[in-house]
């Protein structure tokens, strides 16, 4: 089992940044891929963006790409969202996960933190 606990949410204006954090409480396998999910009231759960450990392999939603920037501490077992120019449709609890993979039509997850409220008021 893998426990994650996000930090960093918020009440922001449009245009502000915020930066979420991740801890793990341990890596499920040296090149898992951390990430992060959105979900918008009455929306769906979606993804935003994913990183394995060593960095070398990132991936964004085209709704988020050159606002976020996702990144990881591997020594510390922490990865971070780093959301910039934020928009009020960015509004939604944040979850971070662990074991991100993609199939063929979707994204998904095997370990889910709590999730932290990110508002973006207008």
């Known amino acids: ?16 940044s915020l930066r979420l954090s991740c801890a793990a409480s341990r890596r499920t396998f040296s ?13 769906e759960r979606e993804f935003v963006a994913r990183i394995n450990w060593s960095g070398s392999s990132i991936h964004y939603a085209d709704s988020v790409k050159g606002r976020f920037t996702i990144s990881g501490d591997a020594a510390k077992n922490t990865v971070y969202l780093q959301m910039n120019s934020l928009k009020p449709e960015d509004t939604g609890i944040y979850y971070c996960a662990a074991n ?12 889910w933190g709590q999730g932290t409220q990110v508002t973006v008021s207008s």
């Open 1 to 16: 089992q893998v426990q994650l606990v996000e930090s960093g949410g918020g009440l922001v204006q449009a245009g502000g």
């Open 31 to 43: 090149n898992d891929y951390m990430g992060w999910f959105r979900q918008a009231p009455g929306k």
């Open 100 to 111: 991100v993979v993609k199939t063929s039509n979707a994204w998904y997850a095997n370990y």
